[in-house]
């Protein structure tokens, strides 16, 4: 959603939360795309200046819009969309001047543009990345990456073979919450993941007004099978990066079923799925999604032998919880002596009831709900700046895509699906 | 209406007994460490614990103080009747 004013930050808060990511622990020196958010500053020179390009400024593009002008030493110079409302209101929030175009390879042919970023359906991310690839702009594209395997692999390689910045939307990389719950994990605290178990449900159609009926699939292109991989790619694919970056590997196969069972309106993708991903030594992934009951939300959680996280909401429960107090433990002691009742028969079992216990933040100030999207974008302008590509994002952009239309596939072929050989990362 | 006056003996036997919950609080917190296998830094975050619990302890003997004044006082009454 494109709001109506934009508030640029002073270097010095920009500065300021970059320190409170950079600040979770030695996170820097371990996770290799955090360096560029350590560059120096951009001055104001028009040097300094990283000339971006929006194609499709529309919900998502216009998000990101919203988000770069706010961004120093970013300027929106171009904005392309082929539906003219998208195009016309945002437009309205940049700056007199800012160029249009209804045709993307227009935009990419001008060398005013530094970079773009692809915000489009997704069956138009591969032939407009390997198109801004090809002419020489930095890219950011939107998850999922691309519609079919062979799309997500070409990319990688393209990439790769481009030498230029190359990110995808995986906002969660930037989080705090994450690098903490990443860092956890790494420090073998909780021991060996043994289960990722994620879930993200929602209640409501997925759709948005169609001023007029012909423009159905252009606009709910997420309900058309040939625009779109519906909730596998537009919700699972995030938490399909978390699992692999989590666990460090690739899942080597999937199962899965879905179906519309609820919202029988003339869509082509499921409104519910349940699929299987099995990951090396016996781990698995375990993950539905559904748009007709929404009182679980959204939630990955990773069970460790010694504890759990529960990531979205950022909480660590540890299996044993740290003892009490000595004192807390002899007046409890003495009270249980003097109170408890001694009960001569029972039950010989106990139920295995959840846990309820609070668990503890990983991160006290995550509630700033844009701050990992303001994130990766300034990552996205420092390392145009400096003209290095950022470590570690063709991987996760390629291995969370694939995942994700693994599970598409497994679903509708009712088979399972194993992880392509052969793929260029 | 009554000015209550509340002798400096009073006051100083007072926190003597303050004094000496203080200590048993310290000391019942060092035995709860060593029973529980705990570390000796709860000697300082516990802190709080342990000036409730010698409050309690204060107030506990103050408890039983008054009680056994009331049964001295009333046994000299009628030794004295």
């Known amino acids: 959603m494109i709001g109506n004013s934009t508030t640029v930050p002073t270097r010095r808060e920009f500065l300021q939360r970059i320190a409170l990511v950079l600040g979770a622990g030695t996170l820097a020196t371990q996770v290799p795309w955090l360096p560029p958010l350590l560059a120096q500053p951009p001055g104001d020179s028009p040097a300094d200046r990283v000339r971006i390009g929006i194609i499709g400024p529309g919900s998502r593009g216009g998000y990101l819009m919203r988000l770069l002008l706010a961004t120093p030493g970013i300027e929106v110079a171009a904005l392309c969309d082929d539906y003219a409302p998208n195009l016309e209101r945002a437009a309205s929030l940049c700056a007199p001047g800012t160029r249009r175009h209804s045709d993307y390879r227009e935009l990419l042919a001008s060398r005013e543009i530094d970079g773009v970023v692809i915000a489009t359906p997704l069956h138009e991310h591969a032939p407009m990345t390997l198109a801004a690839l090809s002419a020489?702009?930095?890219?950011?594209?939107?998850?999922?990456?691309?519609?079919?395997?062979?799309?997500?692999?070409?990319?990688?390689?393209?990439?790769?073979?481009?030498?230029?910045?190359?990110?995808?939307?995986?906002?969660?990389?930037?989080?705090?919450?994450?690098?903490?719950?990443?860092?956890?994990?790494?420090?073998?605290?909780?021991g060996p993941i043994r289960q990722f178990r994620g879930h993200w449900h929602r209640n409501g159609d997925w759709r948005r007004r169609v001023p007029k009926p012909e423009l159905e699939r252009k606009i709910n292109w997420r309900l058309y099978r040939r625009y779109s991989a519906g909730l596998s790619t537009e919700l699972g694919s995030h938490h399909f990066q978390l699992a692999n970056w989590l666990s460090g590997t690739t899942p080597l196969s999937c199962v899965g079923?879905?179906?519309?069972?609820?919202?029988?309106?003339?869509?082509?993708?499921?409104?519910?799925?349940?699929?299987?991903?099995?990951?090396?030594?016996?781990?698995?992934?375990?993950?539905?999604?559904?748009?007709?009951?929404?009182?679980?939300?959204?939630?990955?959680?990773?069970?460790?032998?010694?504890?759990?996280?529960?990531?979205?909401?950022?909480?660590?429960?540890?299996?044993?919880?740290?003892?009490?107090?000595?004192?807390?433990?002899?007046?409890?002691?003495?009270?249980?002596?003097?109170?408890?009742?001694?009960s001569i028969g029972g039950p010989s079992w106990v139920p295995d009831l959840a846990k309820d216990t609070e668990g503890s933040l990983l991160d006290e100030n995550w509630r700033e709900v844009d701050a990992e999207s303001k994130l990766q974008l300034a990552a996205f302008g420092n390392a145009i700046r400096q003209g290095k590509p950022i470590p570690g994002m063709i991987e996760h952009a390629v291995h969370a895509g694939v995942a994700s239309?693994?599970?598409?596939?497994?679903?509708?072929e009712n088979r399972e699906v194993f992880w392509p050989k052969n793929l260029c990362v | 209406?009554?000015?209550?006056?509340?002798?400096?003996?009073?006051?100083?036997?007072?926190?003597?007994?303050?004094?000496?919950?203080?200590?048993?609080?310290?000391?019942?917190?060092?035995?709860?460490?060593?029973?529980?296998?705990?570390p000796w830094s709860e000697l300082l975050t516990q802190a709080h614990r342990v000036l409730a619990l010698a409050l309690g302890l204060w107030l506990l003997s103050a408890v039983l103080r008054a009680g056994l004044a009331t049964v001295r006082s009333l046994v000299s009454r009628r030794r004295a009747s």
């Open chain 1, 257 to 342: 079923y879905g179906s519309i069972n609820h919202w029988k309106d003339g869509r082509e993708v499921e409104d519910n799925m349940a699929v299987v991903f099995r990951y090396p030594n016996g781990v698995q992934l375990l993950w539905d999604s559904l748009i007709s009951n929404a009182h679980h939300g959204c939630e990955f959680k990773v069970m460790c032998p010694k504890g759990y996280i529960e990531t979205e909401s950022g909480r660590v429960f540890l299996e044993t919880p740290p003892p009490a107090p000595g004192l807390v433990q002899l007046v409890n002691g003495i009270e249980k002596g003097l109170f408890e009742t001694i």
């Open chain 1, 405 to 412: 239309l693994m599970a598409q596939f497994a679903m509708e």
């Open chain 2, 1 to 38: 209406m009554k000015d209550l006056v509340i002798p400096a003996r009073r006051i100083r036997c007072e926190l003597r007994w303050l004094a000496g919950s203080l200590a048993a609080a310290c000391v019942i917190n060092a035995y709860a460490i060593v029973r529980f296998s705990r």
């Open chain 1, 136 to 190: 020489g702009k930095h890219v950011f594209v939107e998850k999922s990456l691309a519609y079919t395997i062979e799309e997500c692999d070409a990319i990688g390689r393209a990439a790769k073979a481009s030498g230029l910045v190359f990110q995808v939307g995986h906002q969660r990389l930037y989080s705090r919450r994450y690098l903490r719950a990443h860092a956890l994990l790494a420090r073998g605290e909780l």
